[in-house]
């Protein structure tokens, strides 16, 4: 369970509840965008209001499954499918973030990492006065499930640390035999 600090935790027990999504995408020019219906400064950071943000899937996880999310941006002129049209999305990290706000004043209490992914392929429905644009994002967990790419092997290890000897002998030790004394040679007589 994520923890959320003892003034959010208080926040969210109340009978009114200041919460927004807060996403981020790291594109050429980095998209900051929130589902409240404000532009938001938080930490410096302008996100934009509901106006640039559609919908989002809901972020699930059970048990081994990496959950994937989709983005959709409805109602998208021209001239903004024009620059999505030249932005190269795929492998570009996204963040969902949750805000908690205090319900009496307003200031922010809390910032959550809900969600952390790759983007991957965006498809793009044109219609005859505003198109749709749409992206999915796969789980960062998937890096946990990608190869390393190194050995444990002397190379690597001097690519890695010139001069360390600590794999100088592991070819040599591959599949041979060792022989174990028997109990009765650590026993002093």
């Known amino acids: 369970m994520r923890t959320l600090s003892t003034a959010a935790a208080a926040a969210m027990s109340g009978s009114v509840v200041l919460t927004t999504i807060l996403v981020e995408m790291d594109l050429t020019g980095p998209l900051y965008l929130n589902t409240s219906s404000l532009d938001l400064t938080l930490n410096g950071v302008t996100y934009l209001g509901a ?20 983005f959709t941006l409805a109602g998208v002129q021209a001239t903004a499918l024009a620059l999505a049209l030249l932005e190269p999305v795929q492998g570009k990290r996204v963040r969902i973030k949750m805000a908690v706000f205090d319900a009496s004043t307003g200031a922010l209490l809390d910032v959550r990492l809900r969600y952390a992914g790759y983007l991957d392929v965006m498809s793009i429905s044109d ?38 000897l600590a794999f100088q002998y592991v070819n040599d030790q591959v599949e041979a035999k060792i022989a174990w004394p028997a109990a009765s040679f650590f026993v002093r007589h």
Do not use: C, F, H, W
Request: cysteine-free.
């Open 127 to 164: 219609g005859a006065d505003s198109a749709t644009i749409s992206v999915t994002s796969e789980s960062s967990m998937l890096d946990l499930l990608r190869p390393k790419g190194i050995y444990y092997s002397d190379n690597d290890q001097q690519a890695l640390y010139p001069g360390d």
């Open 51 to 70: 106006g640039g943000l559609g919908q989002i899937d809901s972020v699930k996880q059970a048990g081994t499954d990496l959950p994937q999310i989709r």
